[in-house]
C-alpha cells in the first residue's frame, strides 16, 4: 500500500494528528515487515515500545485499522493483518454520509460517471438477454411517466437510478454498484427533481431529451455494439 494512498487524509481523525501519524507507523511496519494477511503484528507492549506510545494512542490507532479492515483481532488473541476489503468500507462510508452531508454529491457523480464510462464496454458484451429486458423495462418506465404529461420526479429519478442500475449490473463492478446505490441515497434524502428554475414544460423537454439518449445506450445494448454505447452514454453524461 502506497504511502499516503488509501489511508492518505485520514478523513474524521484530523484533529488527532499523534494517532494519524500512528496509524502511518504502523502501516509502514506492516509493509517493511512484508506481513500479510494473518500475520500477527507484535504484541500490544511490544508495539508501545516500538513506537513509543501510550496504550491509549495505540489503542485508538488499531480501533482506526480494524474499522477499514486492515487488522482484524480476538480476544487474548493480538492483532493480525486482515484481508482489507476496500468496497465494503466505502460502502459503510458513502452509507453514513449520504445522510449529512450533501456537499459532495457532485464529485460522487462524477465518480460514478468515470466508473459507468469505464465499465461499459464489459458490460455490453455481458449482457445476458434478460439483463437487457430489465434495461428496456426502466427505459419504458420513464417514457411512462413522460407520456402523464408532467412530471413526478420522486418517480423519474427512481426510474432513471434503476435504468443505471440495469446498465452498469452485467459489468459486475462491485464498487460502481456501491456508489450507484449511494447516489441513489443522496437523491432521497434531498428534494428531489430537475432545476428548480425550469417551469413544468422545460422538465419534460428535459426529460423527453434524457430519455431518447437512455434509449440508444440500450439499443447498443441490444445490438451488442459496445463502442456505440459508450458514445451514447458519454453524450448523455455531457448533455
Known sequence: MPSGGF????????????????VHDILDHIRAN?????????????????FNVSRVSLREACSYLKGIGIITSRRG????IGEGDFPAVLEQ????????????LAELLELRKTLET????????NASDEQITNIFAAV???????????INTLEYNAAEAEFHRAITAPAECRTLGIVSTAVTGFFKAMEPGFPRKKDPAEILAVAERS?????????AFKLRQPEAALLALTRHFNS
Not at 489511508?7 to 500512528?22: A, E, P
Not at 469505464?118 to 458484451?125: E, F, K, L, P, T
Request: net charge positive; glycine share 8%; charged share 30%.
Open 211 to 219: 430519455n431518447m439518449e437512455h434509449r440508444q445506450i440500450a439499443i
Open 118 to 125: 469505464g465499465s461499459i464496454y464489459n458490460a455490453v458484451i
Open 34 to 50: 512484508n506481513l500479510k494477511a494473518g500475520d500477527f503484528l507484535p504484541t500490544e507492549d511490544k508495539m508501545r515500545e516500538i
Open 7 to 22: 489511508c492518505g487524509k485520514f478523513t474524521g481523525m484530523k484533529k488527532n494528528t499523534l494517532t494519524q501519524q500512528l
Open 93 to 104: 462510508v458513502l452509507e453514513h454520509i449520504s445522510y449529512f452531508d450533501k456537499r459532495h
Open 77 to 80: 488473541s493480538g492483532f493480525r
Open 140 to 150: 419504458d418506465k420513464m417514457d411512462e411517466l413522460i407520456s402523464a404529461g408532467r
